[in-house]
């Protein structure tokens, strides 16, 4: 058996979402958000052939001048992963993200129905927030496959790697431009993309002042636009955008994102109350003509008040989710506490004193 099949199939046999592998050193595995060390040591002559099995000679080459090597593969009868390839303390160093077999479907992933309901959007820009491994990616794969399958759509993914894939539904269309391998960058893509006749564009991560622009004008202009950023709030995440450029222009950019913003969604992973799962706690804020008048004055310190009350619009705060989770049973009192924003608003709609009693 190949080196691969045997790594990645014991770690997704063990129910574990990513693979950290280092020569010379054990493997060790993530589950349910915990690392798990095995006893197995990986060795440099592993690493040889595991880089060759999954990346083949002409990455390998890169990585070795590079030290750093993004991609993603299929690996026949198990699952597509992403790779990290990157070297510390001079040794060779991979995570593997294990990525589910089949796409991620909106009805069983409890997104918020406000959100899904996005998708019937035909302009505009919609964002998916949170830290690294906090599911955005699983959740926009659940937003295109909703797109695929409801809608008559042209949609065009810019990614670096590429993660989920689609193909064409039997009403919408899909191409998937990897960045690296089908175009130099992310801006280039974009400025291409203007010109494919897209209906959706997603945007791996927005990671750039010139990325964001293009996006910017591209919701804008006709297109329903979504993307990535790795910010923890809705309010963080309007500041993330305007602060990306210069003085000079920020007040133009709070107006093109106040007529162009449809809604920002932010989440963590929480694991669930019975230690067998993870699930998904949200901040929702849906651009209703009030808030898009905050981001346009730059009053987003008023955004959090607005998120608590906006209930009729489909608006909440991380807090107010994650006390609804702790009241449902679905994740634990101590879970939530670790993943507040603020503890004690999160005790205070809980009802709780500080300590977490009654």
Not at 8 to 14: N, P, Q, R, S, Y
Not at 241 to 256: E, K, L, N
Not at 298 to 311: D, E, N, V
Request: hydrophobic letters at 40%; one cysteine or more.
């Amino acid at each position: 058996m190949s080196i691969a099949k045997e790594i990645v199939g014991f770690a997704i046999k063990a129910g574990s979402s990513d693979i950290h592998l280092e020569e010379g050193s054990p493997i060790a595995i993530r589950i349910n958000s915990d690392i798990t060390i095995l006893d197995q040591i990986l060795r440099p002559s592993d690493m040889d052939r595991l880089l060759h099995e999954i990346v083949g000679e002409e990455k390998v080459a890169v990585f070795k001048q590079t030290h750093d090597l993004d991609t993603s593969i299929g690996i026949e009868g198990l699952s597509r992963i992403r790779i990290n390839a990157y070297v510390a303390n001079e040794k060779r160093c991979l995570t593997l993200r294990i990525l589910p077999d089949n796409l991620p479907k909106w009805e069983t992933l409890g997104l918020p129905q406000p959100f899904i309901d996005l998708t019937a959007k035909h302009r505009g820009l919609v964002l998916c927030t949170g830290p690294t491994g906090s599911g955005k990616s699983t959740t926009l794969a659940a937003f295109i496959n909703c797109i695929l399958e409801t809608q008559r759509r042209h949609i065009l993914t810019i990614e670096d790697p590429i993660e989920f894939r689609f193909n064409h539904s039997k009403t919408s269309i899909i191409h998937q431009r990897e960045v690296k391998r089908d175009t130099q960058s992310f801006a280039s893509a974009l400025k291409a993309a203007l010109r494919e006749d897209p209906d959706v564009i997603y945007i791996g991560e927005m990671r750039d002042l010139e990325t964001i622009a293009i996006a910017l004008t591209a919701a804008e202009t006709g297109h329903l636009v979504f993307g990535t950023l790795h910010t923890s709030s809705a309010a963080s995440t309007i500041d993330r955008i305007i602060d990306v450029f210069p003085g000079d222009r920020q007040d133009q950019v709070r107006t093109q994102l106040a007529n162009s913003l449809e809604a920002v969604v932010c989440q963590v992973l929480c694991r669930t109350a019975d230690e067998e799962g993870r699930v998904a706690a949200t901040e929702v804020m849906m651009a209703t003509p009030a808030v898009a008048n905050l981001v346009r004055e730059g009053k987003l310190q008023s955004i959090p008040s607005m998120l608590q009350t906006g209930s009729r619009f489909g608006m909440h705060t991380l807090n107010q989710d994650l006390a609804r989770l702790v009241t449902a049973g679905t994740i634990t009192y101590e879970t939530a506490r670790s993943k507040a924003s603020d503890v004690a608003e999160l005790d205070q709609i809980l009802g709780m004193s500080s300590d977490g009693t009654d």
